[in-house]
């Protein structure tokens, strides 16, 4: 399964919403022009910053479409799943791929702690659901009031064939370093989920992040990613502390 996509400044796009609450097709239209021209790498739709609880599934596959149609294959498009209940979870991540995500990001389900054995299974389900198609992890303790243990994350990225990487918001480096150091031998991809980790991230061995601020700075945003690649070490941090 190629993974090599997987890299550089995603934003977790917002979704525009009028007045009388429906999707603004316009404003994400223009979104998506605005963050491909930025010289992003990728979006992720439904992240955290695109409000999918907020979401009937019927406006989800409407702003879903409009943002595949806008892409035109430019870049690779996510899909984010963050749902409690496994099964709306199965629907979302086959709601993606059928519209032409390229991956597909699982947030662990908020409000309740599973077990252990509960998550990998919730986990396992998602990912078996689309078996052709790249799947993050979405490590996000903040919202969710728990993180994903090493443990589960190790087991998962070495048994799970398309489980192929992360995105780590808990804003702990020490964590984040451990997510890579610990499967990197199967290749495992990892994303920074904190703007202000940016560089950390990268100088400890990720091959990009996830980044809000890059919904309205992407140029800025994707400096940082950019000289890093580049070899400009000081250029790349000097843009991180702008």
């Known amino acids: 399964m190629d993974t090599s996509f997987i890299k550089g400044i995603i934003p977790p796009i917002l979704t525009p919403i009028t007045a009388d609450e429906k999707i603004d097709e316009a404003a994400l239209r223009r979104l998506v022009e605005f963050i491909i021209e930025g010289g992003c790498s990728g979006i992720l739709a439904f992240g955290s910053n695109g ?4 979401l009937s599934d019927e406006e989800m596959e409407n702003a879903l479409a409009i943002m595949i149609d806008q892409v035109a294959g430019r870049i690779p498009l996510y899909m984010g799943v963050g749902a409690i209940r496994t099964s709306t979870c199965i629907r979302h991540a086959q709601m993606g791929v059928r519209h032409g995500a390229k991956g597909v990001s699982i947030l662990q389900p908020m409000f309740l702690r599973p077990t252990e054995d509960e998550l990998k299974e919730h986990i396992r389900s998602i990912a078996a659901s689309v078996p052709d198609t790249p799947v993050l992890l979405y490590n996000n303790p903040g ?17 799970v064939p398309n489980l192929v990487g992360m995105k ?7 964590q984040t ?15 920074s989920g904190k703007d202000t980790l940016i560089f950390a991230g990268l100088a400890h061995g990720a091959v990009g992040a996830v980044c809000s601020t890059a919904n309205y700075l992407p140029k800025l945003v994707c400096s940082i990613y950019d000289k890093f690649v580049a070899g400009d070490f000081k250029g790349s941090l000097e843009a991180q502390y702008t």
């Not at 009031?145 to 048994?159: F, I, N, T």
């Not at 780590?168 to 020490?174: I, L, V």
């Not at 370093?177 to 994303?191: K, P, S």
């Open 168 to 174: 780590d918001s808990s804003g702990d480096m020490t």
């Open 143 to 159: 919202r969710c009031g728990y993180g994903m243990s090493q443990q589960l994350v190790e087991e998962l990225a070495h048994s």
């Open 177 to 191: 370093m451990e997510f890579i150091r610990r499967n990197r031998d199967v290749g495992f991809r990892v994303l």
């Open 51 to 54: 409000e999918f609880y907020m």
